[in-house]
Antibody, heavy 121, light 110 residues
Framework: QVQLRQSGPGLVKPSQTLSLTCAIS??????????WHWIRQSPSRGLEWLGR?????????DYAVSVKSRITINPDTSKNQFSLQVNSVTPEDTAVFYC???????????WGQGTTVTVSS | QSVVTQPPSASGTPGQRVTISCSGS????????VNWYQQLPGTAPKLLIY???QRPSGVPDRFSGSKSGTSASLAISGLQSEDETDYYC???????????FGGGTKLTVL
């Protein structure tokens, strides 16, 4: 059974960098048939896709236009996990962040437990 | 404003059949399959329907999905009190090159 376990701070100061990690069990971040995504949810924005990384003979990364200039998603094959970094955060980045997998179903079928991140001084 | 539109609320009585609609465009629902999620308070969304009308293992057959053109629907038959929660549709958008989600529908069981 595939599980995603998120970790990272729940409070980040404005202008600083938000960093979260998603540890994978039961699958591989290097899988040729999966992709690894980050999504956030807030009352004002609803569910918002942030980006993904996946391996198909080489690593690919795609980011949402709304955050493309501030976001980085990286795989870590040594720990079988992937990470999210959002730079220069503002209070508008306050949200519940989720990692998730897309597999052969073509859907976001496995989700992490969610991490509430508050941007505040 | 969500790229994909859902009604903010829906309701029904126990045993009734209810449907939740999801309207998109040619770049998302019109070209790609639709997935539906159920989200209980304080938890992550759970995949309910994928590829328009497929149920993952463990999802009761009371839940069904359909798609026509740039719209999709989730139907719940034999409504139960435990179905009272939020539902979201999602599809890949070829223009935005990312997942787009509906704004969510809060289902109330009267």
């Amino acid at each position: 059974q595939v599980q995603l376990r998120q970790s990272g701070p729940g409070l980040v100061k404005p202008s600083q960098t938000l960093s979260l990690t998603c540890a994978i069990s039961g699958d591989s971040v290097s899988s040729n048939s999966a992709a690894w995504h980050w999504i956030r949810q807030s009352p004002s924005r609803g569910l918002e896709w942030l980006g993904r990384t996946y391996y198909r003979s080489k690593w690919y990364r795609d980011y949402a236009v709304s955050v493309k200039s501030r976001i980085t998603i990286n795989p870590d094959t040594s720990k079988n996990q992937f990470s999210l970094q959002v730079n220069s955060v503002t209070p508008e980045d306050t949200a519940v962040f989720y990692c998730a997998r897309v597999s052969s179903s073509g859907a976001l079928d496995v989700w992490g437990q969610g991490t509430t991140v508050t941007v505040s001084s | 404003q969500s790229v994909v539109t859902q009604p903010p609320s829906a309701s029904g009585t126990p045993g009734q059949r209810v449907t939740i609609s999801c309207s998109g465009s040619s770049s998302n629902i019109g070209r790609n399959t639709v997935n539906w999620y159920q989200q209980l308070p304080g938890t992550a969304p759970k995949l309910l329907i994928y590829s328009n009308n497929q149920r993952p293992s463990g999802v009761p057959d009371r839940f069904s999905g359909s798609k026509s053109g740039t719209s999709a629907s989730l139907a719940i038959s034999g409504l139960q009190s435990e179905d009272e929660t939020d539902y979201y549709c999602a599809a890949w958008d070829d223009s935005l090159k990312g997942w787009v989600f509906g704004g969510g529908t809060k289902l109330t069981v009267l």
